[in-house]
């Protein structure tokens, strides 16, 4: 999933993403950390965006199954498989 706001230059956008865990064990900025750091740069690029004065493109992308079991769904990290 991604969530893009379009500033006045879209040539030039920053990227920011991670992902939802599928693993119990994930690390200590992993995951939902990651997420919640795009949203909150979302939020202050969507305030910039009311303004007048966003510059260039923002994207938040969220990753799901990026370590998925091929027994659960036949395919070994169907989401980074999906997303490239």
């Known amino acids: ?23 119990s064990e994930g690390g200590k900025y992993d995951g939902v950390a ?10 202050q690029a969507f305030e910039k965006k009311k303004q007048g004065k966003l510059k260039k493109s923002f994207t938040l992308t969220i990753f ?8 659960n ?6 989401g980074s498989y999906i997303a490239t």
């Open 64 to 71: 799901r199954s990026e370590e998925s079991n091929p027994h």
């Open 73 to 78: 769904n036949g395919t070994a990290c169907l």
């Open 34 to 43: 990651g997420i919640s750091a795009g949203v909150e740069i979302l939020k």
């Open 1 to 23: 999933m991604y969530i893009r706001i379009i500033g006045e230059d879209d040539s030039k956008t920053t990227m920011v993403g991670s992902h939802l865990d599928s693993v």
